[in-house]
């Protein structure tokens, strides 16, 4: 009990936190915060940026929440900024019911609500572009929340986080928000070097471990779950994997391999029957909350359970090799009380299959009453689509599924379908959905448990394990904060999926960030215009990339430092008093170093003369074999094979023995002492045979006595078999030695030891520094390259000093094959093309062709295909200037999709769009927005003005039905 004086002191603290900024903030929450928030909270209030680093759902965005409420009470603007547009939509909305939406605005690719609102939402790019034009909604710009700012490890879009954290003013704050990686601090130390000037108090790193929601991780064999960790007695944090799971899987592969048995299904398990491994201390499902729906029931009943575990496992449809049907996995997660859940199936036809399936079944995860409701929401949802389209995008079997609690989400649906599956979830109205990784990134989507069909998917270029980022980053979606006293992480057994294995995914703390900047054409004429080549190549010193390229130096560095110090003791003990013994022991290390190198010549030379001698081999020739010793004579018997990687004529030595011949057998050319009819027909398998025609070689050639011949020794190291021109080098440093004033010193051995030292260690002193060298000023190096080549093509100035008009018109194309984009508006490549033919060309540059897609690479025109092989002549041309000057060459422009974009740009209807197009909705939609969002670079980039009429038409025709009723995705 505190004393009175205690409690006041405590009530005047809270009156004096109620009064700034962060306590009437974190007062209007109605929900207390974790220290790491409040400390965050406390920093950006302070005036310093901040980098949190926190799990999912740790509740990372409450700290940019109060920038943007600090903002709008100190009347500046600020910017909230994400890596995609579903994410930015979410915020905007989530923003729009605190602030109101006249002081909330957005801005993505194609979508403009608001945008001078004292705070706007944006993709990260939105913000780069502005910086590059220097917009002036830029003006009163006082903070910067980078949402998911991990996003720059990204192979593909990672630079343009960089690009964003360089170039703001120092007066911003930035609120960096990123998902827990193990190089927080290093990449603290940067914000602090690129943003602070490096000063310590000019960014807080704040990292939090802590998930609000503990996280359980668990296998289902079968339809049973049991713990993936043992937990029972084994202390918080245990890593060792459950035996009962091990013993549990054993029996899974014996019963797949001889047919299934009751127990496949979940059977006895022990004398709890309980799922989860034996769990007797109250802390797991079984707890009250923990495994009932909205966490108020306890679980079912024993006698329901054991009744449960008993069905044959054929009666409930088990798929083969002892993995659970999708339906039986959600059927025992419902009855677990383990909804709502997301399985991650890293496929969009499995998670079209997935619902198919249950549909087919007749699940049903809620209420008929709740399934109505859901229905009119959606319907009131899509009424700005087409009907007629509404068939072609599986509407129906989408809306049913919804109406029965569960749906897919994956990037090849519609944008449409995906946020209102997206908003219905986050309300509780689906209990599981069945979605490719995409979901897991920064979408606010949280489930009570989380399962992963898999453990490998594809990463856009081959099937690849899951790393243990990725796997924390998905089953992090487990656990609702505020509403799950806990969330599971389950992984699907089948066979080849080692337990051992999970749990190294699932234990593994050490997630590095690594950067992926590297600069383009588009950055470099951007930052050439505003801030001049010299001080742009200053701004790429100051990347992550060049920071973390610095800091890998750092050791070899260290070493360089110390060996300097090593070479001057090892100059002072090979000091001697007759004369220079730096410049003897110089002499002495190249007359070795030569010697050596002639030595290895000769035997090169020698072992070539052996390979020719042995190849010209023909049977009946017989060989001196290793000097003359008794049986080391032989009769080819077989000579080499023409198509053999290496000469290998087979004898028959005059002992009788068969030997295969082999260049490492001779110490020098093989000589031809004679000759000796082969039978024809000669059986080398046969003792008699053999016996024969050995005795006919003792008796017919005359075996050579020990030292005669080529082969009976000639000196290896002597060199006089084969003269070099470096001999000549060789007399004259000898003559030189001899000459020298140390060669005659009493102590020239002594000395010469340490000279040898010396040497060894400045040969290795170089080749570090060469290292060194190779990692320093890297991505400078690259910026400096394509300024050159920029200034061959003309958009730079010759100097590659100052910005050409053509080089303003690069700025303003944003894509990754920029130049193949602003070379076809130069040479008017684009000229004489209609909207829709404008359409269908430009789709070659922003498609890419998934590794599964078959599509229609039909010509909608002869026009089309014309421009399409000009493009395709700029790219080679582009692509052998950029490998002459050392740069990575861009991928090819791919028509794949132009066919398909030219008929939806000339009107046709979405069914016959992709009626044997083999593209989604979902996809032609994300492609048709890109299309539109290039075509308005074009027409704003200074092009002529028939192009930028025709870019204007044919981005209109492309907005409209499906595509115009997704802006805001």
């Known amino acids: 009990m505190s004393s009175p004086a205690e409690q006041y002191a405590r009530a005047r603290e809270r009156a004096a936190r109620a009064a700034t900024p962060a306590g009437r903030f974190t007062q209007s929450l109605g929900f207390e915060l974790d220290p790491f928030q409040l400390e965050a909270i406390q920093a950006v209030q302070d005036g310093a940026g901040v980098l949190v680093a926190a799990p999912t759902g740790a509740g990372k965005t409450v700290v940019g929440e109060f920038a943007v409420a600090l903002a709008l009470e100190t009347g500046r603007k600020a910017f909230y900024t994400t890596p995609i547009k579903a994410l930015s939509n979410q915020k905007y909305h989530d923003l729009v019911e605190r602030h109101g939406s006249a002081n909330v605005g957005l801005l993505t690719g194609d979508s403009s609500v608001n945008g001078e609102a004292p705070v706007v939402v944006m993709t990260t790019e ?22 998911e700012v991990h ?56 990292v939090s471990e802590h998930r609000p929601v503990p996280l359980w991780q668990h296998m289902m064999v079968g339809t049973q779950m049991l713990d993936l960790f043992v937990t029972e007695g084994a202390g918080p944090g245990s890593t060792r994997v459950n035996p009962e799971l091990l013993q549990r899987i054993s ?39 923990g495994r009932g729906r909205g966490g108020g029931e306890r679980g079912r009943s024993d006698s329901r359970r054991r009744y449960d575990d008993a069905v044959p496992v054929l009666e409930r449809g088990a798929l083969p090799g002892g993995v659970a049907s999708r339906a039986q996995v959600i059927d025992r997660l419902d009855r677990e009380g383990l909804l709502p859940a997301i399985t991650f199936i890293f496929s969009r036809a499995g998670c079209d299959a997935a619902v198919a399936q249950l549909l087919g079944r007749g699940t049903r995860l809620v209420p008929e009453e709740d399934g109505r409701r859901v229905r009119d929401l959606v319907q009131q949802r899509v ?29 090849g649906m519609l944008p449409l379908f995906r946020e209102i599956v997206e908003e219905l979830f986050t309300h509780g109205r689906l209990r599981a959905v069945f979605a490719t990784e995409t979901l897991a990134l920064g979408i606010n989507m949280p489930a009570r ?16 394990p899951v790393t243990p980022a990725e796997y924390t980053q998905l089953t992090g979606r487990a656990g609702r904060r505020g509403i799950d006293i806990e969330g599971h992480g389950v992984v699907l057994w089948r066979r080849g999926v080692d337990p051992v294995d999970v749990a190294g995914l699932a234990s593994t703390r050490t997630y590095p960030l690594r950067s992926s900047f590297r600069p383009s054409s588009n950055m470099a004429v951007n930052l050439v215009a505003q801030y001049g080549r010299d001080r742009a190549h200053e701004l790429l010193q100051s990347s992550f990339a ?35 013994f730096r410049e003897y022991g110089r002499m002495r290390h190249e007359l070795g170093e030569l010697e050596k190198k002639l030595a290895r010549q000769r035997q090169h030379e020698r072992r070539s003369d052996i390979a020719r001698s042995l190849e010209e081999l023909a049977p009946g020739q017989v060989i001196q074999l290793d000097g003359g010793r008794k049986g080391t004579m032989g009769v080819v018997i077989r000579g080499t094979k023409r198509a053999s990687a290496a000469p290998e004529p087979t004898v028959l030595t005059s002992n009788g023995s068969v030997q295969r011949l082999t260049v490492a057998g001779f110490k020098d050319v093989p000589e031809v002492i004679g000759t000796l009819r082969v039978p024809t027909g000669f059986n080398s398998r046969s003792p008699r045979a053999r016996k024969d025609l050995a005795s006919a070689l003792r008796d017919t050639v005359r075996e050579p ?42 102590e020239r051995e002594d000395h010469a030891r340490w000279a040898a030292r010396w040497w060894q260690l400045r040969r290795e002193t170089d080749d570090l520094q060469r290292r060194v060298s190779e990692r320093t000023h890297t991505v ?105 000057h050392r740069l990575e060459g861009d991928r090819e422009p791919d028509p794949g999709i132009a066919w398909m974009v030219h008929r939806w740009a000339s009107g046709r209807g979405l069914d016959e769009v992709l009626r044997d197009g083999g593209m989604s909705a979902g996809d032609f939609v994300r492609r048709c927005k890109q299309v539109v969002d290039l075509l308005g670079q074009v027409a704003s980039s200074g092009a002529e003005p028939e192009v930028a009429r025709a870019a204007r038409r044919a981005s209109d025709a492309m907005l409209r039905g499906v595509v115009a009723a997704d802006r805001l995705d």
């Open 126 to 147: 939105v913000l780069r572009n502005m910086m590059y034009s220097s917009s002036p909604t830029l003006t009163g710009l006082g903070f910067v929340v980078m949402d």
């Open 151 to 206: 996003y720059l490890a990204d192979r593909w879009r990672g630079a343009v986080w960089e690009e964003v954290i360089i170039h703001l003013p120092p007066s911003v704050q930035v609120v960096s928000l990123s998902a827990t990686v193990s190089n927080a601090e290093e990449f603290g130390d940067w914000l602090r070097a690129v943003r602070g000037g490096g000063n310590p108090e000019s960014l807080r790193v704040i």
């Open 251 to 289: 029996q899974a592969e014996r019963s797949a391999s001889s047919g299934w048995s009751r127990e496949d299904a979940g059977g006895p398990r022990g004398r709890r029957g309980e799922p989860r491994g034996g769990r007797r201390d109250g802390r797991g499902r079984g707890r009250d909350g």
């Open 383 to 411: 009424a700005e689509v087409d009907p007629a389209d509404l068939g072609v995008l599986g509407y129906h079997d989408f809306v049913e599924g919804l109406a029965r609690g569960y749906a897919a989400h994956h990037a």
């Open 449 to 464: 448990t989380v399962v992963l069909e898999k453990l490998v998917k594809f990463n856009g270029e081959t099937h690849a």
């Open 546 to 580: 060049q920071f973390q390229a610095d800091r890998s130096v750092v050791g070899l560095t260290t070493r360089v430092r110390e060996n300097e110090t090593a070479l001057e003791g090892y100059a002072e003990a090979m000091r001697c008093d007759r004369g220079d």
């Open 705 to 746: 006595r020990p030292g005669r011949g080529r082969g009976g020794g000639a000196d290896e190291e002597s060199g006089t078999a084969y003269p070099h021109r470096g001999e000549a080098r060789v007399d004259e440093l000898r003559a030189q030695l001899r000459t020298h004033p140390c060669h005659g010193c009493p």
């Open 780 to 884: 400078a190096r690259t910026f400096e390259r394509i300024c050159d080549l920029l200034a061959g093509l003309g958009y730079l100035t010759p100097d590659g000093q100052q910005v050409t008009q053509e080089g303003q018109r690069l700025r303003r194309i944003y894509t990754e094959l920029d130049l193949v984009v602003a070379e076809s508006l130069r040479r008017g490549t684009w000229r004489r093309l209609t909207p829709a033919d404008l359409a269908a060309v430009v789709s070659s540059l922003i498609h890419e062709a998934r590794g599964d897609e078959v599509l229609d690479a039909r010509m909608p025109t002869v026009e089309v295909e014309e421009a399409l092989g000009e493009m395709g002549a700029i790219w080679r041309e582009v692509l052998s200037l950029k490998s002459e």
